[in-house]
């Protein structure tokens, strides 16, 4: 009985994790994203003007 009562406590340590793991994932793909976003925008801007 020790074990199933042991059980739920490892889901719910295992959840925390990796719904943190997946909140640092999201954080880190929009931060790359807006960073993409905007190194293109520049470059674009850049090349534009050159061949203006």
Do not use: D, H, K
């Amino acid at each position: 009985m020790q074990t199933m009562e042991g059980r739920p406590q490892t889901s719910t340590r295992f959840r925390n994790p990796w719904r943190r793991y997946g909140r640092l994932v999201a954080t880190n793909f929009l931060r790359g994203a807006s960073y993409a976003c905007g190194t293109a925008v520049i470059g674009l801007a850049v090349w534009w003007a050159q061949n203006r």
